[in-house]
Structures are given as C-alpha cells and as structure tokens.
C-alpha cells in the first residue's frame, strides 16, 4: 500500500490529475448495546486512493465490508478513526470522517453519487420524477431534469409507458434499472455502485457497462462492488482487495444483528427497499 | 432541501420546559436540547411517547414557555430574535406571517364550521389579503395542491374524512408561504394508505417550496422518507443526533439500537 496524498500526481496522468478520494486508515466497528455491548471490529486499516476516470472494484467474497466500505464513503454508517479525504469539483479538500451533516447533505448532492442495491422511493411518486429527484433537488429546471431522466429510462430500456407510473410495483430488474437511473442522472464527479448489475438481462448489463464508460470518459471517480465476473472484467481498472482490511477475528458474515446496521425501518404502507 | 444560506433559522441552546404535575412535583418535559434548523432543511424529533418529543416541539414554537436555555430565530427580514424575549403579540404575529403549526389532530388546527375554503381564506386575510376574487382563486388553487376536489370549497371540514381534514390543515398552514413549519405527527391516526399519500404529498409541498420543517414523529419510517437529519429523545433528552440515513442505519446510542431494531420488518 502506498501513502499517497491527495496532491500528490495521478498514476493515470502525472501531469494533471489528482486524485479524487483517499482512503487513510480508516477503521469500523459495530457497538452492539443489545447483545450486552459486544464489540465488532468489522474493517481497519483501510487505504486506497482513487483517481479520476478510473473505476476501482472493491474484491472479496459476500460478507466481508465491500458495502460497508461504500456507506462510509457516502456518511451512512460513521467511521471511527482514519482519515477520509475527498476533493470535490472546486478543488476544496473535506475529510468525511469528520464532516458535519450538512457538509455531508452539500457533498451528496453535488460531488458523492451513490447507487444501493435496491430501490428506496415513496408510494405515488411517478418513475420519471424518481429518476429526476437528484436533479430537482439540485435545483435543475424540471424540464431539463426529467429530459436527462427520460434519456437514461430509453437507454435502460424502460419502456415509456411506465414512466409515469410509481416503481412500487414494477419487477425486480426493471425497479433495479430505475435505480441506475437514478444513480447515473447527476454526473457526480465520484461514483459509487453497489451490485448495480445484480439482476439486469445482458443487454442491460452492457447498458450499465456503457453508462461506466461514459462516467469514466467524463472524469468520474468511480468505485464498485460487481459480483459479475464479465461486468467487473469489462469496466475494472484495478481491483482493491478488501480481505486485507479485515482485522484478526472479526465476524465474516457481514450480518450486523439487528440494532446496529442492515436494520431499516419500512414505512407502513410504503413501499420502500425490500432488504438490504 | 437546498440551501445557499450560511445562517441558521432557528437555533437552539440547553431548551427545556418543565413543569407541575397533579401532585406538585417538578416533572421535566424536556431538557439541556441543542438543535439547530437550516434553511431548507427537514429534522426529524422521534422518540416514544412520553419521550418529550412534543413538548420540545412547542417549546420551540414558542406555544410553551421555557424553563430554561434559549432558542433564536431569523425573521424574514434577516433579524435574529431570541423567542424568550418576545412578547405574546410578537409571537402571535410570527405564527401568523412566518410559521406554520400542523397538528396531529385536523380540528386542532382548522376551523371545523367554516368551508374548506373559508379556512385557506381566513389564514390568507390575517396577513392582510381583503381582495375577496382573489382570495378564492388563491384558496382553490391550495385546495387543488392538496388533492381536494374543487366542488368542495364550500363544504366545511365536519363532512371530510381524516385524510382530507389532515390534507386541508396543511393547505391553510402553507397558504401563507411560511419560513419555517412545525409538524406534530402529522400522518398518525389515520389509515396506512392515506399515510401514505399524505407522506407524499408533504415530501412533494416540502422540496418544492423549500421549506424548513421540524416534524415530531414516532414513526422511523417517516423520518426516513422526509427528514435530512433526526434526533432521537428519550426522556426529554436528546440521546443522538445525525444524517437520518446513519441514525437508522449505524445507530451508537444503546436506545436508538432499541428502537431501531424494534421495527417490524414487512
């Protein structure tokens, strides 16, 4: 592992470009007060740097911290100690293992894209405008927001009939294609993509692969989670192996109990994510 | 849920109210609550019942006196004003012209003999609209906002059911164009799919108006789906605060784990 710093120059360009986020030591464990206040050390030592029109895999089997890496990254889960340095669009350096919430809301909705693997949307909210939130709440013209919805739904090849209608009740993969969608719609400098092909036919898949290449071309950061070996070999820079972040004894199963992590609450009535 | 403002709208300081119960002794409702409210901004207060949510909501409305800390707003007009130190006049005319209070219960907030109209209308003219056309128009345009069919302006709130009393408290408390909304459990009491319609339709007026909202609610999925940030209360203290995301999904403090993970999954 290197120590490389945040000005230090790119590998992928040594004149211009620097990177985007780096990953010092970063540390989690989950404090479980309901099972008597046992500790689980989850990840530590976690280092990376990520540049630029790259897109970096997060490697390593089911339950070992790829995800949980990813919601450190975006604020969803704390992270104890190390140092999280992002450098957003106008150059400004924030460490998010210390930033504040609205640091975090401002950094969201301008710099930290973020794809789960399951879709989160309120009831009666049409598909078109779900894809567009993102955009709305960045203040885009709503024309121009759902202009750019509507073009990724086409080339996600969600049929036009559906866009005005919620997701609640779509199939598995179309709701899973509204999610890229929406994850896509923001040209977020950094890019993070959790399974994002996990249930999408071929021709979606080398849809997603293309909607990557395009970020990429476009200077985006990006960081993922592919189970699919045909994906991760077509779109994969370079691999990060996360097993190395795993500290002596900690519990591989990636199951948190309830009560700390993996646990969400499901709106009654709503329709909302199925699982996590 | 934007915001280019650098100052807070409200600010909150080691607020707490407490008070007498039957028997004479101090009870505390809430107590030593920090808080602050940006513009724009939607934060959550949850808790169990009895957790001081409620009592903290209208200490800061200034509806209950408090015993102790401050909390300081910025007008419209860019003043920064500590609630204590106003008087009842000044506080009327905040709730008047700047605030919104949306109630739990429809018939605490709307006047139940009047039309559905006459309610938008009669918020409208305690900030001085008179012109009678207009007050109408502005009131069925309100009533369309809130998904209440236009040929019932005329009928008052005893004919409409739950939902529709809910959805016009929330035409006349926005009819004014607030700063800031207060909102007591607005979506409890009624039936889950008109929950979930009206939770919609908030989320909709709130991103679309900017507002900034602290909303009481012991319903974590609620928080969930509107609030940038939430605070969780137990009694009467804030026991953890953050990004609504990591207090439901990364929660530290061992009750918010407990309520958390007392969620029934469907």
Avoid at chain 2, 229 to 247: A, F, I
Wanted: aromatic fraction near 4%; proline fraction near 6%.
């Amino acid at each position: 592992m290197t120590t490389t710093r945040l000005t230090d120059p790119s590998p992928l360009d040594p004149t211009t470009a620097l990177p985007v986020l780096e990953a010092l030591d970063l540390a989690k464990t989950f404090t479980m007060h309901l099972q008597g206040g046992v500790r689980l050390p989850v990840l530590s030592g976690v280092r990376f740097t990520l540049y630029p029109g790259e897109c970096a895999v997060l490697d390593g089997p089911s339950g070992i911290g790829k995800s949980t890496i990813l919601k450190m990254i975006h604020g969803t889960y704390g992270i104890d100690s190390g140092a999280l340095l992002l450098r957003g669009p106008d150059g400004a350096v924030t460490d998010l293992a210390r930033a504040d919430d609205r640091t975090m809301l401002r950094l969201r909705r301008t710099t930290l894209g973020y794809v789960s693997q399951f879709l989160r949307c309120v009831p009666r909210v049409p598909t078109l405008d779900v894809v567009a939130e993102p955009l709305l709440s960045a203040r885009v013209p709503p024309e121009d927001a759902r202009r750019r919805a509507g073009h990724l739904l086409e080339r996600l090849r969600v049929p036009t009939g559906l866009w005005m209608l919620p997701p609640a009740t779509f199939s598995g993969g179309e709701k899973q294609r509204v999610n890229i969608a929406r994850g896509f719609v923001s040209d977020h400098p950094v890019l993070l993509l959790d399974e994002p092909t996990a249930s999408l036919d071929a021709a979606n898949r080398a849809e997603v692969v293309d909607l990557i290449e395009d970020q990429k071309a476009a200077g985006a950061a990006i960081l993922a989670i592919f189970h699919d070996p045909r994906v991760r070999a077509e779109v994969a820079d370079r691999l990060i192996d996360v097993g190395v972040f795993v500290p002596s004894g900690a519990v591989r199963s990636g199951r948190v109990p309830s009560g700390a992590g993996r646990s969400g609450p499901v709106p009654s009535g709503v329709e909302n994510e199925e699982s996590r | 849920m934007v915001s280019t403002d650098d100052e807070p709208l409200l600010q909150v300081r080691g607020l707490g109210h407490t008070y007498a119960d039957r028997s004479g002794r101090t009870r505390i409702g809430c107590a030593d609550v920090d808080v602050d409210l940006w513009p724009g901004e939607v934060l959550a207060i949850v808790g169990e019942s009895g957790s001081g949510k409620t009592t903290l909501l209208n200490t800061v409305a200034a509806r209950l006196t408090a015993s102790h800390g401050s909390a300081r707003y910025r007008t419209r007009d860019g003043r920064e004003v500590a609630l204590d130190s106003l008087d009842e006049v000044s506080i009327r005319a905040l709730h008047r012209t700047e605030w919104g209070f949306v109630h739990q219960d429809p018939a605490a907030g709307l006047l139940m003999n009047v039309s559905a109209g006459g309610n938008v209308g009669e918020r409208l003219m305690s900030i001085g609209a008179r012109h009678y056309g207009r007050i109408r128009e502005s009131a069925a345009t309100w009533l369309a906002r809130v998904e209440i069919p236009a040929d019932r302006i005329d009928e008052p709130p005893t004919t409409f059911s739950g939902g529709m009393r809910q959805r016009l408290q929330i035409a006349r408390t926005l009819a004014i164009s607030p700063r800031l909304v207060f909102m007591d459990e607005p979506t409890s009491g009624l039936d889950v799919s008109v929950q979930a319609r009206l939770l919609d339709l908030i989320r909709g007026l709130v991103a679309d108006l900017g507002l900034s909202v602290l909303i009481v609610t012991h319903d974590l999925a609620v928080a969930r789906v509107l609030s940038d940030r939430t605070v969780v209360m137990r009694h009467g203290r804030v026991v953890e605060s953050g990004l609504t995301d990591r207090v439901l999904e990364d929660p530290h403090a061992p009750y918010t784990q407990l309520l958390v993970s007392s969620i029934l999954q469907v």
